[in-house]
């Protein structure tokens, strides 16, 4: 934190005054100015102005103003970009290779529409990168992909990290809709796991076999490598495990990996709605946790219950937490509102803060380029009508790289709605 | 079919050798954009000898004054439909060595219309249900002739593509399993791969045209993209590939935004061209395409481009077909005035120098 005071502190007095305002809206080059800006290790600065230059931060200056009349962006607030790891932006059953329950090898990056309207709302809800992952159809589903929510036609140019996570499930998802085989299989859903059991088999087995593949090379299957490198904690293993049956799966195949010396993998354990109910295995296996938007009445996903205080217990615990939004349905789901909903059960503001942006930044391995303001990073810049998560507040202003995705300057607004 | 000729140019001069033609016409259009006022065209053995502003004709030869326009015979860069349900295989994703030179009938009534409407050359297209459907053949419509056996390899990455009880069932195995015969390098795969043989890849949404395009490039793939009527809305990131742009053509009712996107690929200038696609529609649609894109606001050039010459690049027969000049095939149309107005009348049409009975 001091040290981002410093560096923009030097930044500025070198060359500050030189940075005209006269732009397009096309334009990556901005003076944003808030009356506070809400770092997410704790501090907030006042009357902070960060420069944006090239679509990265090159100066933050405590105390600065912005001068009127020019063509500055102002707001009452300001955080980094949110990052949602469970964002679910995806294209149903064309997200999903059904062809094996066991697809390490596909790349989610490949199915992606840049153009479902879902991408734009999400960017002016002010998440700005997100975690897409594979359907939770398959056991092992492929590879996650962390990418911008706008910017260029083209998932290449918006990714931040390719082969971001290997991306499974264990519970009733994976399970759904298959059926035993009498006789040869008719169709691809009669060979594939019908219970948790043949769930976690598959795991296993998967697991097994691309640990043997090192010495053996007969055991290496289709994408075995990527299994191998989350075996190895090179790649993220982010598995959906809603309830505690599940993270409890989840935990104990890390744990058996560990013990039996197959490796030690980085373990993320997304939409664990139930990960309150038996926290210290979180503890001591050191998994980190994406939780699943809050239920209205406690019931959610593959009918398990979370608390309303389950990111509070886990902080408390110092267990790794990020929220998710799973989509932008309506505005009370949204990722800000997540972040207002974990404070209301108790979770401090800054650890809500961190929990949708440097949290996730850091589990997935992008906090170089994206989730906190500081000079270096990736211009993905939010404003706020006033205090970040409050009830009356809102997100007024969104930057990716420098790019304006929601216009705060309220006469502009609709200009820059595309 | 002499005959024929006279009754049309009855003041034509006992013709020389195997069919030595020389006509002088208000504007030829050569095909690339270029129109030449008064220009002849010089038509021996099949092939244009001649064609510019003065030509020295043969001894005997009898200049025939046209008062009109003439161009190339139309070439449409895509059609499936000539092949009914044969265009589809729906028993395998892939059937890379399949080729439809070998598949479709020379008898079908659309190669007749097509012919009949000025479509001298036609592209035929595995149907899209395949992830790979097969190779491509060009010919020319009249007498149904292949030009040549083996123009593309047929992809789909369209949805149509894609069914649950067949793998892939997600664009991202499809890219999966395209990559790994890549990977292999085999067969048809290794000539994607070495440039040898460029693709066409049907996609529809624009989401599909980007991963079509991504792929292209991320394999250094040559080729062009087909049915996908807002392209153009990407057309910078087409450009920046390489690829061309296959249309399907217009019919009134289309949307202007489908007409705004063929424009902002001209724009781009990013080669395209159209099919015959269009169901319900016959061969004329064409012309009326070309027209609807002129009331647009299309460039002149660029459109006359995407009928003639750039149709003939994209098929791969840019070296025999799609523009009035020296050596190429003398395939050309007679029109009553500017063939892009919808009043000028298609009078003759004539396919390797020989007039076409259109009766």
């Known amino acids: ?418 | 079919m002499l005959a024929l000729v006279f009754t049309v140019f009855a003041a034509l001069s006992p013709v020389q050798g195997s069919g030595t033609l020389a006509i002088q016409a208000k504007t030829l259009h050569l095909g690339d954009g270029r129109v030449l006022e008064k220009g002849i065209l010089l038509v021996q053995d099949g092939k244009f000898r001649a064609v510019g502003a003065g030509a020295d004709l043969p001894p005997g030869v009898r200049l025939i004054q046209h008062e009109g326009a003439i161009t190339p015979g139309f070439v449409a860069a895509h059609d499936q439909h000539t092949l009914g349900e044969e265009a589809a295989d729906g028993t395998r994703a892939m059937l890379p060595e399949a080729s439809i030179a070998d598949a479709f009938d020379p008898k079908a009534k659309e190669l007749r219309l097509a012919a009949r409407a000025g479509v001298t050359t036609l592209l035929l297209a595995p149907g899209a249900s395949n992830l790979v459907g097969g190779q491509t053949a060009v010919v020319k419509t009249a007498g149904a002739r292949v030009l040549q056996r083996k123009s593309h390899l047929a992809l789909s990455l369209s949805s149509e593509a894609l069914r649950l009880d067949t793998p892939p069932t997600s664009p991202m195995g499809a890219i999966n399993v395209l990559q790994e015969e890549l990977a292999g390098n085999a067969g048809v795969f290794a000539e994607l791969k070495a440039g040898r043989l460029p693709v066409m890849i049907h996609a529809v949404e624009r989401h599909e045209v980007l991963r079509s395009l991504e792929f292209a490039t991320r394999n250094g793939l040559k080729g062009s993209i087909e049915g996908a009527p807002l392209a153009g809305e990407l057309a910078d990131e087409i450009k920046q590939s390489g690829l061309s742009v296959v249309l399907q053509p217009f019919s009134g009712g289309d949307s202007r935004r489908e007409l705004r996107a063929a424009l902002a690929l001209a724009t781009a200038g990013v080669p395209f061209a159209f099919g015959l696609d269009a169901p319900n529609a016959g061969p004329q649609v064409l012309r009326l395409s070309a027209a609807m894109c002129l009331r647009e606001g299309m460039d002149r050039k660029a459109l006359e481009k995407a009928l003639f010459a750039d149709a003939a690049t994209i098929c791969g027969v840019g070296d025999r077909v799609g523009r009035l000049e020296r050596g190429l095939d003398a395939d050309f149309l007679l029109w009553s005035g500017d063939p892009l107005d919808l009043t000028s009348r298609l009078q003759a049409i004539y396919v390797d120098g020989v007039r076409l009975d259109t009766h």
């Not at chain 1, 398990?304 to 932008?328: E, R, Y």
């Not at chain 1, 998560?389 to 995705?405: A, C, K, N, P, W």
Request: hydrophobic share 45%; proline share 5%; charged share 25%.
């Open chain 1, 1 to 418: 934190m001091s040290q981002m005071i410093t560096s923009g502190l030097l930044l500025a007095l070198g060359c500050l005054p030189a940075f005209a305002q006269d732009k397009q809206e096309s334009s990556n080059d901005w003076n944003v100015f808030a009356e506070e800006l809400y770092t997410a290790d704790g501090g907030v600065i006042k009357n902070a102005l960060v420069r944006v230059q090239g679509g990265k931060i090159v100066a933050i200056v405590p105390g600065g103003s912005a001068a009127s009349g020019d063509d500055s962006l102002r707001a009452a607030g300001m955080t980094a970009g949110m990052i949602d790891l469970s964002a679910r932006i995806d294209m149903g059953f064309a997200s999903v290779e059904q062809e094996h329950e066991i697809s390490p090898g596909m790349r989610i990056a490949d199915s992606i529409d840049l153009f479902d309207p879902e991408w734009t709302r999400t960017a002016k809800s002010g998440v700005t990168t997100v975690l897409a992952n594979p359907r939770d159809d398959d056991v092992i589903g492929g590879l996650g992909l962390a990418l911008k929510t706008a910017g260029a036609n083209s998932v290449v140019e918006r990714t931040l990290k390719a082969d971001a996570v290997l991306r499974g499930a264990i519970g009733t998802q994976p399970s759904q809709r298959n059926h035993p085989a009498f006789g040869s299989p008719s169709d691809i859903f009669s060979r594939r796991p019908t219970t948790r059991m043949g769930v976690e088999w598959e795991w296993r087995k998967a697991m097994y076999d691309a640990a043997a593949s090192r010495a053996d090379k007969s055991r290496a299957y289709q994408g075995s490598e990527h299994v191998l490198a989350a075996l190895d904690g090179k790649l993220a293993l982010c598995i959906q495990t809603w309830s505690t049956q599940d993270i409890r799966t989840a935990v104990f195949l890390k744990e058996e990996i560990e013990r039996e010396k197959l490796g030690s993998p980085r373990l993320i354990l997304d939409a664990a709605a139930e990960a309150w109910k038996e926290p210290q295995l979180l503890v001591r296996s050191k998994a980190m946790v994406v939780l699943p938007p809050f239920p209205l009445q406690g019931r959610t996903g593959e009918g398990s219950f979370m608390a309303h205080d389950t990111a509070k217990v886990l902080h408390d615990l110092k267990v790794p937490i990020a929220l998710s939004a799973h989509g932008t349905g309506a505005a009370e789901t949204r990722l800000d509102r997540q972040a207002g909903l974990a404070m209301r059960g108790g979770l401090p503001f800054e650890a809500a803060l961190a929990a949708v942006t440097i949290a996730p930044a850091r589990m997935i391995g992008i906090d170089d380029r994206v989730g906190s303001i500081e000079v270096g990073k990736d211009a993905d810049i939010v404003l706020w009508s006033g205090v970040p998560f409050e009830l009356t507040s809102r997100v007024v202003g969104v930057l990716i790289d420098g790019r304006l995705v929601l216009d705060p300057r309220p006469d502009k607004n609709s200009a820059a709605a595309k």
